[in-house]
């Protein structure tokens, strides 16, 4: 049995399953912000369990193929290491778990703050889609919206 869910996540398996299992994740935070389920599953630490496990079934399989996990730290030399790295499926598909666990847990701290602050759902609408396809800029986003209702600028919180 355990051999056969092995041989079924292959990397482009695990690739869809997490697409798609991260989608239901975001819907909620857009359009459910305030509910419990958002709470109990969305921002709580149940998504991140999920993903840290494909990511943990990611190293394993990484392992048993022997991937050279010294080779990694040669993205810190220049870009063309990373470019390097990114030809191999199995860092990418790491990288993509890495990427999409930072993106959904920053838009859980979005709604959780945006809570706090009593922001109207709809205005964190755009951040949370941007935050989704561009974390970064999301955030950014998000932080100038929160200026606004905090009054105030602060480097932490």
């Given at each position: ?24 994740f975001?819907?909620?935070?857009i ?9 109990y599953?969305?921002?709580s630490i149940?998504p ?11 190293l394993y ?39 999409i666990?930072?993106?959904l ?30 974390g970064?800029?999301g955030?950014?986003i ?8 905090a009054?105030?600028?602060n480097?932490y919180?």
């Amino acid at each position: 049995m355990i051999e056969q869910i092995y041989n079924y996540f292959t990397i482009e398996i695990l690739y869809y399953w997490v697409n798609l299992g991260v989608l239901p994740f975001w819907l909620i935070l857009i359009f459910f912000p305030q509910s419990h389920i958002c709470r109990y599953l969305v921002t709580s630490i149940f998504p991140i369990f999920l993903l840290g496990g494909a990511y943990v079934f990611m190293l394993y399989k990484s392992y048993v193929g022997s991937y050279d996990f010294d080779g990694n730290f040669d993205l810190y030399l220049g870009i063309d290491n990373i470019s390097d790295l990114f030809s191999d499926k199995t860092f990418l598909m790491m990288f993509w778990i890495h990427f999409i666990s930072i993106n959904l847990f920053t838009g859980g701290w979005i709604v959780r703050d945006s809570q706090k602050l009593s922001i109207n759902k709809i205005v964190i609408i755009f951040p949370l889609l941007i935050t989704y396809l561009i974390g970064p800029i999301g955030i950014f986003i998000y932080w100038l919206i929160r200026i606004f209702y905090a009054k105030s600028i602060n480097l932490y919180d």
